[in-house]
């Protein structure tokens, strides 16, 4: 079945720096384009960047632009998200998301916290 394994996140001040990764399983990573979402507290879940299959494409939310870059490694059946810059308003748990013949799956979501 389709895992998605977020690892990486954690406390970090502001202006520092994480980067988290997915580990998927359970399907043909290399065939369908991945993305990160987020969800603060008492707001919607909100994407933050998708990569096509290659990697040949990415686009981010214009609040991480020039910040989060997104990355993949299809070998490793794995995507990334590199934060760099941090705010306190990027706190929130983040999930990589798959869409697989029209069907969301979801990881667990990994918790980060950026505070001094």
């Known amino acids: 079945q389709v895992q998605l394994v977020e690892l990486g996140g954690g406390l970090v001040q502001p202006g520092g720096s994480l980067r988290l990764s997915c580990a998927a399983s359970?399907?043909?990573?290399?065939?369908?384009?991945m993305s990160w979402y987020r969800q603060a507290p008492g707001n919607e879940r909100e994407l933050v960047a998708t990569i096509t299959r290659f990697g040949g494409y990415a686009d981010y939310a214009d609040s991480v632009k020039g910040r989060f870059t997104i990355s993949r490694d299809n070998a490793k059946n794995t995507v990334y998200l590199q934060m760099r810059s941090l705010k306190v308003d990027d706190t929130a748990v983040y999930y990589c998301?798959?869409?697989?013949?029209?069907?969301?799956?979801w990881g667990q979501g990994t918790q980060v916290t950026v505070s001094s």
């Open positions: 998301k798959a869409i697989i013949h029209g069907a969301d799956y």
């Open positions: 359970g399907f043909t990573f290399s065939s369908y384009t």
